[in-house]
């Protein structure tokens, strides 16, 4: 069974720190990985990708801030967020594996999501 199974999302200050992690059911070798994310009544965005070819791309609003890697002996991909903004609060997503292009091709796989709720 394909899962995506995501943690770390918690309640935190603004200027504060966490580490999200993303452990995968199968072999992710190969395969890119990416976070998103969705605040209330908003679209699910990008906020990072490991493209299978080792490329990286961040969105504007988290460069400097927000640090992608992916652990293939542990099929896991983690997201470390520093200085943390009221407008990083959001459901954060894990997928795995894109279909077609390996840097623009819709991934395959979603997790369920963690919250990630900073405060002021």
């Known amino acids: 069974q394909v899962q995506l199974m995501e943690s770390g999302g918690d309640s935190v200050q603004a200027g504060g720190s966490l580490k999200l992690s993303c452990v995968a059911s199968?072999?992710?070798?190969?395969?890119?990985m990416g976070w998103y994310r969705q605040a209330p009544g908003k679209e699910r965005e990008l906020v990072s990708v490991?493209?299978?070819?080792?490329?990286?791309n961040y969105a504007e609003s988290v460069k400097g801030r927000f640090t992608i890697s992916q652990d293939n002996a542990k099929n896991t991909l983690y997201l470390q967020m520093t200085s943390l903004k009221t407008e990083d609060t959001a459901v954060y997503y894990c997928?795995?594996?894109?279909?077609?292009?390996?840097?623009?091709?819709?991934?395959?796989?979603w997790g369920q999501g963690t919250q990630v709720t900073v405060s002021s």
């Open positions: 199968f072999i992710v070798s190969g395969c890119g």
């Open positions: 997928a795995a594996c894109r279909n077609g292009d390996p840097r623009t091709g819709p991934f395959q796989y």
């Open positions: 490991h493209n299978s070819d080792d490329s990286i």
